[in-house]
């Protein structure tokens, strides 16, 4: 993926967003919590992680995205850039001061290595944020808790079904 060299220097701080609703069109602010802070070399090595992202195909989808960043050179002033991502057609929005027309709309690999952890450091920053008794963070198209799949004709509820059992070191689909 790529980003302007000048806002990957300047940033020193990434707010990661977990994007409750829109934005319905390109620019429209992200609609979520800051559920976590990247600093200092962290923030960079996620700019490093995202500049990864390999390129796909175009997908048709409506743009949902589940999670976003804003960039900070400095905490007191407005982002340098933000980014919404959606994992479910493959595309990111990116909007700010530093982000010229050409690079506003990419798509990603989201099934790539790379994006597949950067989706897991969002949502290890969102869980480590809940802290002891936190609220549960939900979305749509994305949970942090293994779907409850409801066999057919078992008569049971998605609710009282067992989770699946992914395995060791497996994460949830």
Request: charged fraction near 20%; aromatic fraction near 8%; hydrophobic fraction near 35%.
């Amino acid at each position: 993926m790529r980003l302007p060299a000048t806002a990957v220097a300047a940033t020193t701080r990434i707010d990661v967003v977990r994007i409750c609703a829109g934005p319905d069109q390109w620019g429209d602010p992200m609609t979520g919590d800051v559920v976590g802070r990247w600093e200092g070399p962290e923030a960079s090595k996620a700019l490093t992680l995202i500049r990864k992202l390999p390129t796909a195909q175009q997908t048709l989808c409506a743009f949902a995205p589940g999670w976003g960043i804003r960039a900070y050179g400095d905490p007191a002033a407005p982002p340098l850039f933000e980014a919404a991502f959606c994992y479910g057609c493959d595309k990111v929005w990116l909007w700010g001061p530093q982000i010229p027309d050409h690079l506003a709309r990419q798509e990603f690999a989201s099934d790539s290595p790379n994006a597949q952890y950067l989706l897991l450091r969002f949502r290890e920053t969102a869980f480590e944020a809940r802290g002891p008794g936190g609220a549960r963070i939900s979305h749509p198209h994305r949970t942090l808790q293994p779907r409850r799949r409801l066999r057919r004709g078992s008569g049971r509820s998605p609710d009282s079904s067992p989770a699946p059992n992914n395995g060791p070191g497996r994460m949830p689909s």
